[in-house]
T-cell receptor, first 114, second 115 residues
Framework: QQPVQSPQAVILREGEDAVINCSSSKALYSVHWYRQKHGEAPVFLMILLKGGEQKGHDKISASFNEKKQQSSLYLTASQLSYSGTYFC???????????????FGQGTILTVHP | EAGVAQSPRYKIIEKRQSVAFWCNPI?????LYWYQQILGQGPKLLIQ????????DSQLPKDRFSAERLKGVDSTLKIQPAKLEDSAVYLC?????????????FGSGTQLSVL
């Protein structure tokens, strides 16, 4: 089951903040975030494994709400280099363990202008 | 550290022709993945190998797509015959292990256009 990302696109000025959401209709074991610049390979940002877990990577951080079956990616004080398409990937949960393959959402296009 | 290598970078073919893509994963990575990324969508897993064995090929259209990973290193993905809807970027990725929480390293992909 493909996770749903929102919004589909975001346009920012440098220094502004953004939030990208990733929701699933099924119980989640883990959430993965990748960024892909135009014409390039997706690059790993972070994996969240536990409900309530928050991780940070420079000024990019993410949270994982296991009960709501969703994750949010926070981009703070955005830079031009943050432009790209952000994908979340989810792995389902069955009981206390992972189930199924990593499935990516449709992506959120982030554009940062000077 | 060398990344995941893919070739060719671009390929244009006519429908019903055949095409092959090559991938060389990061040295020491046991798991290799082929993804199909249609314009405007997220990557979709086609096939996953652990060493030279297939772990998951449930979304591979086996009537036209085939893949192999001989000797557990390089891999080739083939399409024969190609259809218009096969136009996409084909991404190869590798990871150190096979667990579902593994960080994936992607190659730059092969952009296929079927005319």
């Amino acid at each position: 089951q493909q996770p749903v990302q929102s919004p589909q696109a975001v346009i920012l000025r440098e220094g502004e903040d953004a939030v990208i959401n990733c929701s699933s209709s099924k119980a989640l074991y883990s959430v993965h975030w990748y960024r892909q610049k135009h014409g390039e390979a997706p690059v790993f940002l972070m994996i969240l494994l536990k409900g309530g877990e928050q991780k940070g990577h420079d000024k990019i951080s993410a949270s994982f709400n296991e009960k709501k079956q969703q994750s949010s990616l926070y981009l703070t004080a955005s830079q031009l280099s943050y432009s790209g398409t952000y994908f979340c990937g989810t792995v389902g949960r069955a009981g206390g363990t992972s189930y199924g393959k990593l499935t990516f959402g449709q992506g959120t296009i982030l554009t940062v202008h000077p | 550290e060398a990344g995941v290598a893919q070739s060719p970078r671009y390929k244009i073919i006519e429908k019903r022709q055949s095409v092959a893509f090559w991938c060389n994963p990061i040295s020491g990575h046991a798991t290799l993945y082929w993804y199909q990324q249609i314009l405007g969508q997220g990557p979709k897993l086609l096939i996953q190998f652990q060493n030279n064995g297939v772990v998951d090929d449930s979304q591979l259209p086996k009537d036209r797509f085939s893949a192999e990973r001989l000797k557990g290193v390089d891999s080739t993905l083939k399409i024969q015959p190609a259809k218009l809807e096969d136009s996409a970027v084909y991404l190869c990725a590798s990871s150190f292990e096979t667990g579902r929480d593994e960080k994936l390293f992607f190659g730059s992909g092969t952009q296929l256009s079927v005319l």
